[in-house]
């Protein structure tokens, strides 16, 4: 009687394909959360284009100026420009389903006011949503960055809507002075601590 000898795979060819398959695991693992991470800040950047769609929008209907009001500040014994925000801004000019909510401070020589906002009852406010699900807020500050903008690079969901400057690649703070008070800068903090900007200029 004659015997058949039956082929198959070889321990090694076993081993061989599951450490192949084991490293495509492994390189889709850790590439995974970085391409996530890059979907999530271009969402931003695209967010961040529309709310300076936004102030722009809000500057022709308002005769130039943008949705900041000067305040005038005093701190160690001096005082100097800052701003605040137009309240009513987010609500009429970049989601109508919002209202507003707490105002807080946050740190630095003299803080800084944060204006949150809340979901009216039943609504999404996905205009004015970060990618994580989280709702924006807002910090306005004026052209004294030495006092008033007391930038972070932290990223806690503030935009930072600035006026008297324009975009710069050089600043830390990814903005210059220009002296003209219509001129302003939309910033935002990316995952990793980058700072998206854009001016209306």
């Known amino acids: 009687m004659k015997k058949t000898k039956l082929k198959g795979f070889t321990i090694i060819e076993v081993v061989l394909v599951l450490a192949i398959a084991g490293l495509i695991f492994l390189m889709v693992f850790i590439a995974l959360p970085a391409l996530q991470r890059s979907q999530r800040n271009t969402r931003r950047r695209e967010d961040m284009a529309r709310i300076m769609s936004a102030v722009t929008d809000?500057?022709?209907?308002?005769?130039?100026?943008?949705?900041?009001?000067?305040?005038?500040?005093?701190?160690?014994?001096?005082?100097y420009n800052a701003a605040a925000l137009d309240e009513d801004f987010p609500i009429r000019y970049i989601d109508e389903e919002l209202?507003?909510?707490?105002?807080?401070?946050?740190?630095?020589?003299?803080?800084?006011?944060?204006?949150?906002?809340?979901?009216q009852a039943g609504k999404s406010c996905d205009q004015f949503r970060d990618p994580d699900g989280s709702l924006?807020?807002?910090?306005?500050?004026?052209?004294?960055?030495?006092?008033a903008d007391q930038y972070t690079h932290d990223f806690d969901h503030v935009i930072y809507i600035t006026s008297g400057v324009i975009c710069s690649d050089t600043d830390e703070q990814a903005v210059k002075k220009t002296g003209n008070p219509n001129d302003s800068a939309v910033r935002y903090v990316l995952e990793g601590g980058s700072i998206y900007c854009n001016d209306n200029n």
């Open 136 to 147: 924006y807020k807002i910090a306005a500050s004026g052209p004294d960055l030495g006092h």
């Open 99 to 119: 209202k507003s909510g707490p105002k807080s401070t946050g740190s630095g020589k003299i803080g800084r006011k944060i204006y949150t906002y809340e979901c």
């Open 58 to 79: 809000y500057q022709a209907n308002n005769g130039g100026r943008v949705p900041l009001t000067g305040v005038v500040v005093s701190s160690g014994g001096s005082d």
